[in-house]
């Protein structure tokens, strides 16, 4: 159970290759990556929070999800920073004794994530800067959980 939240690019394969690393009580590994998304001319996205309350509000979702779905191992790993197009922004994994429950895990995570973790993004194009807000979809995502 891990979370992190940092400026350094990450390793999806070595990320996933150590995930649950020699685990036999697994039979499921769920994982998800978000990536910086142009939707025509962003230069850049910024990130913000809260250093120790991003972490501690993640940590308590995570053990909302471990909890509910029996989860054996989970990681979530979100960046902050000027991220480029095309850029991973974040990566959850879920593992449980059976795959549905690893990917309920995973979405409610990637849910929780998108609508409500302590982030602040704001987009930067040619004609200025403009944060992001927040949209009613991701909201009624996160609310059928």
């Not at 309350?53 to 902050?80: N, P």
């Amino acid at each position: 159970m891990t979370v992190r939240v940092q400026t350094d690019p990450f390793d999806l394969g070595a990320e996933l290759a150590g995930f649950a690393a020699g685990r036999t009580d697994i039979g499921a590994q769920v994982s998800f990556t978000g990536l910086v998304r142009d939707d025509g001319g962003l230069r850049h996205m910024e990130i913000e929070h809260y250093p120790g309350m991003t972490e501690k509000a993640i940590a308590g979702i995570e053990d909302q999800a471990i909890a509910r779905w029996d989860l054996k191992a989970s990681l979530v790993i979100h960046r902050h920073g000027v991220l480029a197009p095309g850029e991973q922004i974040m990566m959850v994994a879920t593992a449980a004794g059976h795959r549905v429950a690893a990917f309920e895990a995973a979405e409610f995570l990637m849910d929780y994530l998108k609508s409500r973790a302590p982030f602040w993004k704001r987009e930067v194009t040619a004609d200025g800067a403009e944060w992001v807000a927040a949209k009613d979809e991701d909201e009624t995502a996160l609310n059928r959980w």
